[in-house]
């Protein structure tokens, strides 16, 4: 999967072939087409390997007893520490997008985990609201928003942020979306 993300990355999943994974991976091609008969196979398996990477993490974060804030302020840390460790993976995060107009089992893949991402935060926020931590809102429309503001950090990734960075971007963001969700303090809403 290492090999795949690293082909992937210098090179677009159009130009790469799977001699290019199999010279990365220092393994012989009949081991790699054991496994993947595919270099779409491979792919399809690298979101998949990145879905149960993350996936443990997040659930994790939405099951502890922390607040609603806080968990949110954990899912924006998570994804800070995941670009900080790997931003590779958000540049082929990229490419698999350009993927989902040309390709039906990308598309479906992808549509997949993202329904799942936004499903997590949904829980988060519908647990803010029922514990009276959150203003009344539209969940979904909520949730989509900070997934949006989540997947800000691929651009970090590709182009140099005007002296903003990752860590100032996630700080700033998280700020803005927990003034617009958080209750003020004496039980009335933020106007």
Known sequence: MDAALDVVVKKRYSDCRMDDI?????????????????????FLALISHWVNNFGVTLNQIVEEDLAASTQLKELFRFFLDAYSENPHVFKAELEFWALLNRDSDFHEKTRKVYHESLELIEDIIEQGV????????????????IMVNIEGIVWFSLFDANGVSAQHYFDTISDFILAGLLKKSGGKEND
């Open 130 to 145: 029922a514990a009276g931590e959150f203003k009344n809102l539209d969940v979904k429309v909520a949730a989509l928003s």
């Open 22 to 42: 199999v010279a990365k991976a220092n393994l012989s091609k009949g081991a790699i087409y054991w496994y993947y008969k595919s270099k779409k196979k491979i």
